[in-house]
């Protein structure tokens, strides 16, 4: 029997689970032939996977997403072959209730959504499982439920940005429905060694959660410590490998509060639960530099300049989903 080349064999592949086509693309004339075809995608893939690397990459980030990787390949299939974009998708976070029906079906049938039993929707825990797309990419989220919409997220649009481990009513602080429980700090610690084993390299982005900010008294010294304690433990999860101790990079990433011109949840005041919420972020900001965190970043940052808010006025939109999984 005739072997197919790997190339080929990875280009008909991609043009056969190409089942959501492409009609707009950044680039993809890789030869530079004025045409933008099979030949182009076997260049492509031929790059990706390291048998003949591109000359000139301006082409080569086909869903302009700043990297170079597999999902170019899909989506240079997808035009190839002719269709609509990913963009065509039906968002998936437009209300709350998009939420339930997903956790309802997908989540909780031997996907990563773990039911949280009788805590209900706030035992809700996401997990990137090994065989998933993300988990050896190098990059990890951890924190609460909007962590846990960037994991959902992920999967829906079939990206591999990165791994999510996250609780969705969480908590880093002393509370009841702790983050970092022992079972998912085992789970991360996986994580980060293959991530380091395939990448070389693993960037924590431990994001603060909205469950350790008090927004009735401003008393967040406390909450901010449990953070800070939680980005400690991450860090000290060293790999050894080749006799070489690998640490992970931990990104602590500001609070959003919730949205400012609608009701929370229907009845609470957005200024009144936003009052303090310029001042968490500093001070967390300042004990990140006090405990030698090199990076903090700003949830407006990650997500482009501005954050949309779905019905219940705390959970992100669709648009600022991809933001923040662009920015990771």
């Not at 996250?166 to 980060?192: E, F, K, M, P, V």
């Not at 957005?270 to 001042?279: G, K, L």
């Amino acid at each position: 029997m005739k072997k197919i080349p790997f190339i080929t064999a990875l280009v008909c592949a991609s043009m056969m689970s190409a089942g959501v086509f492409a009609e707009k693309i950044s680039g993809g004339d890789l030869n530079g032939d004025g045409r933008i075809n099979v030949t182009d995608l076997s260049k492509l893939a031929a790059h990706i996977k390291g048998v003949k690397p591109l000359g000139d990459l301006s082409q080569a980030d086909i869903n302009g997403d700043g990297k170079i990787n597999v999902t170019d390949i899909s989506a240079l299939a997808s035009y190839v072959k002719g269709g609509k974009s990913e963009d065509t998708q039906p968002p998936h976070f437009v209300d709350f209730s998009t939420y339930l029906a997903w956790a309802q079906g997908t989540g909780y049938n031997g996907g990563s959504l773990v039911a949280g039993g009788a805590d209900g929707i706030n035992g809700d825990t996401y997990r990137t499982l090994p065989s998933q797309a993300g988990y050896d990419s190098g990059r990890i989220v951890i924190g609460d439920s909007r962590s846990c919409q960037i994991g959902i997220y992920e999967q829906h649009r079939n990206k591999s940005d990165t791994a999510v481990f996250a609780l969705w009513g969480g908590h880093y602080s002393n509370y009841a429905g702790q983050i970092l429980t022992s079972d998912l700090r085992a789970d991360i610690r996986a994580c980060i060694e293959k991530q380091i084993e395939h990448c070389g390299s693993s960037t924590v982005y431990l994001f603060s959660s909205v469950n350790d900010y008090d927004y009735s008294n401003g008393n967040n010294s406390g909450n901010i410590s449990a953070t800070i304690a939680a980005a400690e433990s991450i860090r000290a999860m060293t790999v050894i490998k080749d006799g070489v101790q690998y640490s992970p990079r931990v990104v602590i990433v500001g609070n959003a509060g919730c949205d400012p011109n609608n009701l929370l949840f229907g009845y609470i005041d957005p200024n009144y639960f936003n009052r303090y919420m310029a001042d968490y972020n500093s001070a967390l900001q300042y004990a990140a530099a006090q405990s030698g965190f090199d990076c903090y970043v700003s949830l407006e940052e990650m997500a482009g300049g501005s954050i949309g808010f779905i019905d219940d006025g705390l959970h992100y939109d669709e648009r600022t989903l991809q933001n923040i999984c662009s920015n990771i």
